[in-house]
């Protein structure tokens, strides 16, 4: 950017400043004022940074801010105006910016404003202007805290930011050009530092206690100063070079002389004798071209070796995103009198400052008082200073704060957390992946140190390791840290220096980890499993039955005579002095209309147990909550036909529940879409005892051999520490494993072909010895195994190994306790036999008299399933779902059959109850509708409503022969809502709505029963409370119009008592209150499925039975002193009232304004999403005529008719 095209006002503003005369700076009167503009102007540039770089290009930094910052000293005001304004302008492209800019045009203003970063960079390095900063930071620093101003801690800080960001400003590689050993523009910058002695006061800073709020400052400006350093070679600056490092200077030499002599060879056997028109054209046979001739060749036949097919090919093109990530670090020897100051600086600064700085930034970073990734600095130092104590004279004492348990545990956290942000944030990967090679270093440098520690003369050090070493292994997270890291490497992110250091990292590891098994014989290390808990469908089987022994007719016969005598003993007597049980699950998640199997199996397995009077309770409990059908017996059954029916359900085949364990063991891997379960994982810590075989064999997949075998590529670049490290853990798996064949794949045999072609060979012996095992181990198995050079093409696991070596069949016979077993002839005849002899048969379960038939081996559903499609017997999965009848055409007999039901009910009060209930094919309620419609039997819907005869006697209600129309109308419109809903939300019925109305429908059939024994126990006020909890949760929902499950928690004693009594709980289960969960919860809770209406029906429920109520108006009428109240007006004076007006709401009451509106309004009843279908049974006590005052409430039975049609 040139000078004209710098903005008017910012030129003269610049002008402003003053000039330079010779090496005197002369400052214009409007100089503070000026700089002070600038200021102003940079805070208002726009996202181009056009200010930035204007000021740039007119040098404004180096002709006028740097001579008044080293003339002008004296002047306070100016000098501060002139910080800030430096600050300003080295502030870091990056962070100008944001992030490197991908748009061309605002690159190119990054690219220019980086390039004047690096000229203000070159301008700095000068012992003036680094002397000025050193003496005013000197005296800043001299001053107490008492006598430090604000201003003056401000200073401070911008010195120490001016110095961070001049040292932050990367250098430009290729305009330098310098060479190891030669001062680059860094170095000169560092020997400046030097000269001028603001190393010294850094120092100071870090090993001051009183000056700890500067320590991330100093640690930041510590680490830009060492970022192209190498520890190990600073370390040994100014000492002699040792043996190892000539012998390695030798060797590499060797390697350049030996490939620059194949070289010659190679042009030698090239240069033919005659010029090239004599050079011949050769047909290659077997060699096919473009066509279907042989390729014709026109070079000389020297050359033939390096023909390929890609010749004159254009290389296809990588795309971006799928490139190799950069390498961005580049290391480099400084000159020597730098790396001796460097040095220098780095034993003080160890023997000094780095316990305590260390700590201090450890705490910080602790307390959250640092900026985000200020970590990385912290790594980055323990990292460095580590390896400088290691490689100088090793004093651990030294280094003693980051050598710890502690440390590793914070470095193993930053590094999990760094893996996860970089797979979880892919547009900053590359960022995350750098830090997350900070972290690695400092792990790495963290296992060297204490694997020196093991080398110690001092005993004290080797315990020391010891006990490092012993919680480090531990622990199963830093044991599983690695394999995490290489199945997960990505190359498109981490450079290939990162996996260098991760392989070289996990190699010490490794030997640390053997050389500790071995010396302690056997090692306890910490071992942590996720289980999934499943929650399967319960699967029906007859045979196989979790703890149930198979008994034989006559076993059962002998068992009979000892039960009869029991059952005499107690048939007579009506109330047995057993307990009475409870027949089903009130909080299983099966609807109490399905519990009826599992209440009959309960019946046979106490009469199984020699319980005849418990089995007596469970049927006659059964018979009063299934009283539909007679399946427990007839209401009034003599003693006589109940020991008959006992007996039959003794001997009864009846479906029992399959083995949980027995199940998960027979279920085939690709049956696990289809199954419905719930997943849960439970951590499970335990201890075993390390094998180290056992852990290595977790190496042995192909993701790790991948990343080993791409690291191996470069074996030319690699040190021959690196190349030493993959080839020992590629012999481990080979030769410790036994796994050869992991590294039978081309690209491999590709690698060992170039390295054994490589004139160079002679200097990795190790890698060519290892190749030659690996290829003669392939050529001795593939004279066994034709297929292994097919096998070639593909990365293989530990199955394929195996399989390859032992023969394809031994996968399988291996395996196959896992698999479910496999169907013989005979069964899969029987098993044809018994579907098509069943499959028509109405009204059962095909499937389940398949598994009641097959005896030979255990089967489960699913199984039995699956193989009748893959036999072609059946078209899908679907048609054997249990849920509905799967019964949608009607057949003439069924279409004749419902006529005659219509003929003979049709003057009934219940015309379609009475239907649905006498049918052979039970069908949903709006089939027979729309069948009875098709066939013209009815001409409307209304034809089919209740008949309702029986009503309220009038002196309950206060209008009269009004009120009783009225209340018939609602009943006639009721039942018209109900049939209207049930066809409009037919196919919206949803699981969970059916559950939570079965849930109330069978909470209302003994709950006055137990209300009544818990008041008589003096739990009133707690089901007082009980009411008004479910009262408020309904008015609340009605008002929000979203529920959520609502905790109910007892505040007195008396509640908490009655939360804790088996009867109140009981009850709490049969109202649909859900109990809290396992291990989370602590308070029962309100579900969130029953709506406002559901609710205060449950709430209705708890009211005082009929006889207190019908003492209450005389109660009313005995004479009061005014203001006196009895006892239970006192806990609750307003609670009739506010019951009343509940009711009201859920349509149990019919209020005043109701009566008057007449037929002009009646009370709609929410639509709900399933209906309860009134039954033609009503309670004897709704006949009676309720006293004065008392509330109307018409009990009636419900039950729930499903439509099963609703799956089709």
């Known amino acids: 950017m040139d000078l004209y095209m710098m903005n008017c006002e910012l030129l003269a503003t610049c002008s402003a400043l003053g000039y330079l005369e010779g090496d005197t700076y002369h400052k214009e009167p409007d100089c503070l004022e000026s700089v002070k503009d600038l200021i102003r102007y940079l805070r208002h540039e726009d996202e181009t940074r056009d200010v930035r770089q204007q000021l740039g290009a007119a040098q404004i930094l180096q002709s006028d801010l740097l001579p008044i910052l080293t003339q002008h000293r004296q002047d306070k005001p100016l000098f501060d105006a002139v910080i800030r304004l430096m600050v300003n302008l080295t502030q870091p492209a990056l962070l100008c910016f944001g992030s490197v800019p991908k748009e061309p045009s605002m690159r190119h203003h990054f690219l220019q404003v980086l390039g004047y970063l690096q000229a203000y960079k070159e301008a700095f390095a000068s012992e003036k202007a680094f002397g000025v900063l050193s003496e005013t930071l000197y005296e800043l620093l001299q001053l107490g805290w008492e006598e430090r101003q604000e201003e003056d801690n401000m200073l401070i800080e911008r010195i120490l930011l001016l110095v961070r960001n001049i040292l932050h400003v990367p250098a430009d590689v290729d305009q330098e050009k310098r060479i190891d050993d030669d001062a680059s523009v860094h170095d000169q910058l560092l020997w400046a530092i030097h000269l001028s002695g603001l190393d010294d006061l850094l120092l100071f800073l870090a090993s001051s206690s009183a000056e700890q709020q500067w320590s991330l400052h100093v640690l930041e400006i510590v680490s830009l100063m060492f970022r192209d350093q190498n520890p190990e070679q600073l370390a040994g600056s100014g000492q002699g070079r040792i043996a190892q490092e000539r012998n390695m200077d030798v060797t590499e030499l060797e390697v350049l002389r030996q490939r620059e002599m194949a070289e010659k060879k190679t042009r030698a056997l090239q240069r033919g004798n005659r010029h090239s028109r004599f050079g011949g054209s050769y047909i290659v046979q077997g060699l096919k071209s473009i066509g279907e001739r042989d390729l014709i060749f026109h070079k000389g036949l020297h050359n033939l070796r390096n023909y390929s097919s890609d010749l004159g090919k254009q290389p296809r093109r990588l795309p971006k995103r799928r490139q190799a990530a950069k390498e961005l670090s580049i290391q480099r020897r400084s000159a020597l009198n730098v790396r001796l100051f460097l040095r220098d600086f780095c034993s003080e600064f160890l023997e000094n400052c780095y316990n305590r700085l260390m700590g201090a930034v450890k705490d910080h970073l602790l307390r959250e008082k640092a900026q985000q990734h200020d970590e990385t600095y912290y790594m980055w130092a323990l990292a460095f200073f580590m390896a400088f104590n290691r490689a100088a004279s090793f004093r651990p004492g030294l280094v003693s704060e980051t050598l710890s348990v502690r440390a590793f545990h914070f470095i193993e956290q930053n590094l999990t957390n760094y893996y996860e942000m970089m797979l979880t944030d892919r547009k900053e990967a590359a960022s995350w992946a750098r830090r997350m090679h900070l972290a690695l270093k400092a792990y790495q440098e963290l296992l060297a140190t204490v694997n020196e520690m093991d080398m110690s003369p001092d005993e004290t050090v080797r315990e020391s390791s010891r006990i490092i070493k012993n919680n480090i292994f531990y622990v199963m997270e830093y044991r599983e840290l690695f394999l995490t890291l290489f199945r997960k490497f990505d190359e498109r992110y981490q450079p290939r220096s990162f996996l260098r250091d991760l392989v070289e990292t996990t190699h010490l590891f490794l030997k640390m980890l053997e050389r500790f098994c071995r010396s302690r014989g056997n090692l306890v290390v910490q071992n942590k499993r996720k289980k999934k808990k499943k929650k399967k469908k319960k699967v029906l089987d007859q045979t196989v039955a979790s703890g149930h022994v198979f008994h034989s007719p006559e076993e059962l016969e002998a068992m009979w005579p000892a039960l009869t005598e029991q059952l005499q003993g107690c048939a007579q007597d009506p109330e047995l002095n057993v307990e009475s049980p409870v027949p089903f699950d009130a909080a299983s998640e099966v609807p109490v209309e399905e519990q009826r199997a599992d209440a009959m199996v309960k019946i046979q397995d106490c009469l199984l147990a020699g319980q005849a009077p418990q089995a007596l309770a469970l049927l006659r409990s059964a018979r009063e909550v299934w009283p539909e059908g007679d399946v427990f017996g007839f209401p009034d059954i003599s003693p006589e036909e109940e020991m008959h029916l006992l007996k039959e359900i003794l001997s009864a085949p009846l479906p029992r529940e399959q083995g949980p364990a027995e199940g998960i063991a027979e279920e085939e891997e690709e049956e696990e879409e289809e199954e419905e379960e719930e997943e849960l994982q439970v951590v499970h810590v ?523």
């Open 686 to 1208: 335990s201890e075993k005892e390390f094998n180290f075989l056992d852990y290595l064999k977790r190496y042995a997949c192909s993701t790790v051999v991948r990343a080993y075998v791409l690291l191996l590529r470069s074996y030319q670049q690699n040190s021959a520490h690196t190349n030493h490290c993959v080839v020992k853990m590629l012999h481990r798996l080979a030769h410790d494993l036994k796994m050869e064949a992991l590294l039978f794949q081309l690209s491999v045999f590709c690698l060992f072909n170039r390295l054994l072609s490589d004139p160079a060979a002679g200097a990795y012996k190790e890698l060519v010895t290892f190749a030659k095992y690996i290829l003669g181990k392939f050529f001795a198995l593939a004279a066994i195994n034709q297929k292994a050079f097919v096998e070639l093409l593909f990365w293989k696991n530990t199955a394929v190994v195996r399989e390859m070596t032992e023969g394809y069949s031994s996968l399988d016979s291996g395996s196959s306790s896992r698999r479910a077993p496999v169907w013989s002839p005979e069964e899969e005849a029987q098993l044809q036999e018994l579907y098509l002899a069943h499959k028509d048969v109405e009204g059962q379960d095909v499937v389940e008299v398949i598994l009641a038939h097959l005896r030979s081996t255990p089967r489960t559903r699913k199984q039995v399933i699956n193989h009748l499609v893959r036999l072609g017997l059946a078209d899908s999965v679907k048609d054997f779902q249990r849920k509905g009848t799967q019964i949608v055409l009607w057949t003439e007999d069924q279409e004749l059959e419902l006529q005659r039901l219509f003929e003979e009910f049709r003057d009934s009060d219940d015309v379609l109850g009475h239907i649905m209930k006498n049918i052979t094919a039970k069908r949903s309620r709006a089939r027979i509708v729309d069948k009875l419609l098709a066939l013209g039997l009815v001409a409307k819907r209304q034809e089919l409503y209740k008949k309702r005869r029986k009503k309220p006697a009038p002196s309950s209600l206060p209008n009269g022969d009004q009120s009783m129309k009225d209340f018939g109308q609602e009943d006639l419109e009721e039942e018209e809502e109900i049939l209207a809903a049930e066809e409009s939300e037919e196919d919206e019925e949803k699981e969970e709505g059916w559950e939570a109305e079965q849930a109330q429908g069978s909470s209302f059939l003994s709950t006055e029963n137990l209300g009544q024994g818990l008041r008589d126990e003096g739990f009133s006020a707690p089901l007082l409370w009980l009411q008004n909890c479910l009262l408020r949760a309904a008015d609340d929902r009605e008002e929000d119009g979203c529920s959520q499950a609502v905790p109910l928690v007892p505040l007195t004693e008396e509640n908490e008592e009655a939360m804790e009594n088996e009867q109140f709980q009981q009850l709490l289960r049969k109202l649909g209150i859900r109990p809290p969960t396992s291990g989370q919860e602590t308070f029962w809770r309100i579900p969130a499925k029953l709506n406002p209406t559901q609710l205060r029906r449950v709430a209705a429920s708890l009211s005082q039975p009929k006889e207190a109520e019908n003492e209450k108006p005389q109660a009313e009428l005995e004479p009061r002193v005014p203001g006196e109240q009895g006892p239970r007006e006192e806990h609750g004076a307003e609670t009739p009232r506010v019951l009343s007006a509940h009711k009201k709401k859920a349509g149990l009451v019919a209020s005043e304004e109701e009566k008057a509106a007449g037929d002009k309004e009646q009370q709609k009843v929410a639509p709900k999403k399933r209906q309860l279908l009134d039954s033609d049974e009503e309670d004897e006590d709704s006949s009676k005529a309720p006293e004065l005052g008392s509330p109307v409430i018409y009990k009636k039975k419900r039950f729930q008719i499903e439509d099963d049609d609703e799956d089709d």
